[in-house]
């Protein structure tokens, strides 16, 4: 079977590990429990005929002290760049490892998700910013991972973009 | 290299080897597993197949073989099992081997401390995001009541301009009413506005050496718009300016006022009017009345009690029906005697606790004996100011006594 390994990266606390459980497990939980190192899951899809499993490499936020390993990148077909809608410094915190992958792997497919779109009316990025980052080629998709909104359908969005 | 014993580095080595739970992997450079061994269970890696795909079996190598660098460390990675573990790759000629010991006590540890820290952290930021809109809504409020403030100054500003002008039309208004008499009868009258202006007006004039006009007029409401047509209607009666009118008749004066004042082409306003007509030479006064209150004569010398009698003729307000028509009443009027004129709000009196006074109360203080010196107008107007227990009545009080 075909494998796909595909990271999640992002600033701390923005949803990484609850929208792996949400998509693989389909289970959340409000407690905010943090990542340490990396936690990987798996996922077979189907994409048209063929099945695809998808190795999902959680790994633990980046935060002001610890950057994330670039080298745990490595032979990653895609990756999902993940804000937090209601914390602006998380996307200016997903443009920055964005930039350093682009360095160390090259163009790599990835979709930027703006996660928490629940709590929407505590949303706090701006309409302009995001369209900056759109009109340099970011695709932005909102996701919950409390309801699950728009979950599935992103991570298959990603899938069916590595299998081309 | 340490430079121990072999007895020492064999012990160090099962030491590390018990207390990290060490599992190892082979894999070939055609990315086969060729050898595992060691804890596999303890990390759920049991039932690994030698001579097959080694990342179709273990997920975490998908995309890291051939190695790019050697050694390279993967550091704290959740196992199947739940455990975590530091997985070291080391190239060994064509082959890799993966060597996984159990970190686990040293990841919940440092994932209690970066729990705290980061709880801290976020609400660092959400106090500092909420100070920002706190600060973002003070500005917003002083903005807010720097407008207010400004908006208040300029209707003040209004306000004061609009009162003046209703002080100035107050003050016309006044102007124009007539003076009392005192020949060849005696004519005294209390205007008292609820408002600045109110919505009634009365006269009284010499229509020829023999006959005497009397009205008052009554505008539904108060206010300008009130003011302005009871002062227009009063004036048409002045000044008698109603065509193919004989000012002599009261029935076909209220009738022509009826058709000059319709409603419909006064804002909607309508008014009651008493006008009456004294004959002097006769002794006789005649009379009508749009939806007024009835006048009331009062026979006999001041200071003894007198007996009221009530002047009502039947005809509705003036501007609601423009086929209305109007009684004409008479009655002698010879001395002593007099005669009061007067709008509702002289009667129409609502106590403190909500209750009306009486017409009869009314009645009452107007044929009581008057004492000399006394008048009975102004007794009048502070027993209503007392019933109602204030200075400022609900309504207009407006009343004219002739007196023979």
């Known amino acids: ?164 | 290299m340490l430079d121990l014993p072999a007895r020492i580095s064999n012990s160090l080595f099962a030491l590390v080897q018990t207390q990290r739970a060490v599992a190892h992997l082979l894999v070939d450079d055609t990315q086969t597993l060729v050898q595992a061994g060691g804890h596999l269970d303890h990390y759920g890696l049991s039932g690994l197949r030698c001579g097959e795909p080694a990342c179709d079996q273990v997920p975490l190598l998908e995309g890291l073989l051939p190695l790019a660098e050697t050694p390279f460390l993967i550091r704290s990675m959740e196992m199947p099992s739940g455990r975590v573990a530091d997985v070291h790759f080391i190239a060994d000629e064509s082959a890799v081997w993966i060597l996984l010991l159990d970190v686990t006590a040293e990841h919940d540890e440092a994932r209690r401390v970066q729990q705290k820290a980061y709880d801290m952290t976020l609400l660092s930021q959400r106090e500092a995001r909420l100070i920002e809109q706190l600060e973002s809504a003070n500005q917003e409020l002083t903005r807010a009541h720097r407008e207010l403030a400004e908006s208040r100054e300029a209707l003040l500003r209004t306000h004061h301009r609009l009162q003046q002008e209703l002080r100035d039309a107050e003050r016309y208004v006044r102007a124009i009413l007539p003076a009392p008499l005192t020949q060849p009868f005696a004519l005294d009258w209390r205007f008292v506005p609820s408002t600045e202006l109110g919505g009634d007006s009365f006269g009284y004039h010499w229509i020829d050496p023999e006959h005497f006009a009397l009205y008052l007029i009554d505008v539904c409401g108060h206010g300008v718009g009130a003011a302005l047509l009871s002062v227009a209607v009063a004036d048409t009666l002045r000044s008698e300016a109603l065509p193919r009118t004989d000012f002599r008749k009261p029935g076909e004066v209220l009738a022509a006022l009826n058709q000059a004042y319709q409603m419909a082409r006064h804002d909607e306003l309508f008014c009651t009017v008493w006008y009456g007509v004294y004959h002097r030479d006769a002794g006789l006064l005649r009379y009508a009345c749009a939806g007024h209150p009835p006048a009331i004569l009062v026979s006999g010398p001041r200071d003894c009690a007198g007996q009221g009698r009530s002047l009502a003729a039947a005809g509705p307000c003036v501007g609601i029906s423009a086929a209305a028509s109007y009684r004409e009443e008479q009655c002698s009027l010879g001395s002593p005697a007099r005669l009061f004129v007067f709008s509702d709000g002289t009667f129409e009196i609502s106590r403190p606790d909500g209750s009306q006074m009486a017409f009869s109360d009314f009645t009452d203080m107007i044929t009581r004996p008057v004492e000399e010196g006394e008048c009975e107008l102004d007794r009048l107007l502070d027993y209503a100011r007392q019933v109602h227990g204030g200075e400022t009545l609900e309504d207009d009080f407006t009343i004219l006594r002739m007196a023979l």
């Open chain 1, 1 to 164: 079977m075909l494998q796909r390994k595909i990271c999640l990266l992002g600033a701390f606390g923005v949803g990484k590990t609850s929208l792996v459980r949400r998509y693989v497990d389909t289970i959340f939980s409000d407690a905010y429990l943090t990542t340490v190192g990396v936690k990987i899951d798996k996922k077979v899809v189907s994409l048209g005929a063929e099945q695809v499993a998808l190795i999902l490499w959680d790994i633990a936020g980046e935060d002001e002290v610890a950057a994330v390993r670039m080298s745990y990148l490595r032979g990653a077909a895609g990756y999902l760049l993940v804000a937090d809608g209601t914390r602006p410094e998380t996307l200016e915190a997903a443009t920055s490892i964005q930039s350093r992958i682009v360095v160390e792997l090259g163009r790599v497919p990835f979709l930027a998700l703006l996660n928490k779109a629940d709590l929407a009316q505590d949303w706090a990025i701006s309409a302009a910013r995001l369209q900056a980052l759109e009109d340099a080629g970011w695709t932005f998709r909102r996701t919950s991972a409390k309801t699950g909104a728009g979950v599935e359908a992103t991570f298959e969005e990603l899938a069916a973009l590595l299998a081309r």
